[in-house]
């Protein structure tokens, strides 16, 4: 689409999910749209590499909630299978409790609740009721309280979301709402696995995340033949379809503002002049480092108190020869959920025996290996802001991750290691301004939900909006496509373009015309 001649230049900073959600749908309204992107490529932390003939996701492995995915791209009058095709998993993925004591976890609902009953008596059935109350957080957990922009409580004056927020249990814990419906310590682990990466122990978790529950064992475990990075270059079509114009290689220096309003952003080849920012790049960078601190409205304390979701240790691998007994995921549990969840958010530490996931996507898919061979990828959450993120640490952990997988296999796991990369804080700070370190961004917890995130629009400088795993909804693939969406509603409620013949308005706010009516 050809922007608007009275279109004011919106300058999205960063191509990650958040990033092009919102250059896309801006443009489709409209509006004049660069998108400055500091690496190479797009994706931001799903950005992809090719090395010896495999081909390695960096990021996300998880395709949860296709309906988030489907609605977006619906948007622009497309499909997902306009651009990749989805195959769903069954088993879904594979729990390891130890050697020989393996869970797959089925696709089908009839063998799931199998699976549950013959665990524990009575848990099939009590599956379904889990999954009932799961299914309703989701609908209205996705449908009405994550699109908020959560700028101001009056968003949830409606008595009908009062009524919903009560029935969404925000004030008791995943620990104890797990615990009502199940005792099997296998069954519980599974059913908290999910909230290990939203940022804090099921304890200290909302039992509201038990939509991700319904997320993973009812709406199903996906995947996009030829990796997670064919959702970007999908996104990537429908942004420059709508005529936004992507440029790499640009690093941010600074954000320059007047009179209370970014003028533009600077890089080093001089100042891009822009009417409106989106910065979809760390929040915390963009705040603490490219504004003047009289711009800035959070804290360094402040930011020091937030709690992060975790960081990761990644290893990509590749072997020359295929694997036993994996499935595409595999989450290796056979070491204590509890100790190594207490060492991530409770006693920040180095874990002594962390749990890990191994993703085999050449299970499945025969594009990212070559012949014959496997490509693996290798995930230790780990607490963000730890010192010590030495190769001798990272080998340290690659090694105790290779015993057992070879325990788990009976096969010489690494003596087939033909290709191996390594990936962690120091990492994730180098190529994402990652503040301490974080993989994830904001935890989901009580007192960084909605209104109390980081606003998307800063209170300081008027036309500059925030978007991504740092502000609302919060962390995760779908809920940075879902955060793009809404903070470009907010740049089109706050400044609309004019219509020919109509008067200018004279500020932000001038326009109240929701973003979904539109």
């Not at 749209?33 to 190479?40: P, Q, R, S």
């Not at 195959?87 to 609740?113: C, E, H, T």
């Not at 296999?409 to 804080?425: C, E, F, K, L």
């Amino acid at each position: 689409m050809s922007p608007s001649a009275s279109a004011p230049e919106v300058v999205v900073i960063g191509a990650g999910f958040a990033g092009l959600a919102a250059a896309a749908c801006l443009a489709q309204r409209g509006y004049s749209v660069t998108v400055l992107e500091k690496n190479d490529g797009p994706g931001g932390r799903a950005r992809v590499f090719e090395a010896q003939g495999f081909t390695f996701d960096m990021g996300p492995s998880w395709y949860w909630m296709p309906d988030v995915f489907e609605q977006f791209f619906a948007r622009f009058g497309h499909r997902p299978g306009d651009f990749y095709e989805l195959v769903r998993l069954d088993p879904s993925y594979q729990v390891i409790f130890g050697p020989g004591d393996v869970l797959p976890v089925p696709a089908a609902m009839d063998a799931l609740r199998r699976t549950f009953e013959q665990l524990e008596p009575g848990a099939g059935a009590r599956l379904d009721a889990f999954l009932a109350q799961a299914g309703y957080k989701y609908e209205v957990g996705m449908g009405k309280f994550v699109t908020k922009p959560g700028r101001s409580v009056r968003e949830f004056a409606d008595p009908r979301l009062l009524v919903d927020a009560v029935r969404l249990d925000l004030l008791s814990n995943m620990r104890k709402h797990v615990g009502r419906y199940f005792r099997h310590p296998k069954l519980v682990e599974l059913m908290e696995f999910p909230v290990l990466f939203l940022g804090a122990t099921p304890q200290n978790t909302p039992a509201l995340y038990s939509l991700m529950n319904y997320a993973d064992l009812a709406l199903g475990t996906w995947y996009p033949l030829g990796g997670m990075h064919e959702i970007v270059k999908a996104m990537v079509r429908v942004a420059e379809e709508q005529g936004v114009r992507i440029e790499y290689n640009q690093e941010i220096e600074a954000i320059e503002v007047a009179n209370g309003r970014a003028t533009g952003v600077r890089t080093a080849a001089g100042l891009r002049p822009a009417g409106i920012v989106v910065a979809g790049a760390d929040y915390h960078h963009v705040e603490q480092h490219l504004l003047a601190p009289e711009h800035r409205h959070y804290s360094p304390k402040y930011w020091d108190t937030r709690t992060m979701a975790p960081s990761s240790l990644l290893f990509y691998v590749g072997l020359k020869h295929k694997l036993q007994n994996v499935e595409h995921h595999n989450l290796f549990f056979d070491e204590d959920f509890n100790q190594h969840a207490h060492e991530i958010y409770e006693a920040p530490r180095w874990p002594a025996k962390p749990l890990f996931y191994a993703c085999v996507p050449s299970v499945t898919d025969a594009s990212v290996a070559p012949a014959g061979q496997e490509n693996l990828f290798l995930l230790i959450p780990v607490a963000p802001g730890l010192s010590g993120d030495d190769e001798a640490t990272r080998q340290r952990y690659f090694d105790m991750v290779m015993t057992r997988l070879e325990r788990h296999t009976g096969q010489p796991v690494r003596d087939w290691v033909i290709y191996q990369r390594s990936y962690a804080h120091r990492d994730f700070k180098a190529d994402y301004h990652a503040f301490k370190g974080n993989a994830y961004g904001l935890a989901n917890t009580l007192r960084q939900t909605a209104i109390l995130k980081p606003t998307l629009k800063s209170p300081k400088v008027d036309n500059l909006y925030f978007t991504g795993q740092l502000t609302v909804p919060g962390p995760g693939v779908p809920p940075s496509l879902i955060s793009g969406q809404v903070v470009a509603g907010e740049v089109e409620k706050e400044f609309p373009i004019p219509k020919p013949g109509a008067a200018t308005p004279t500020g932000a706010g001038a326009h109240n015309v929701s973003y979904s009516q539109r």
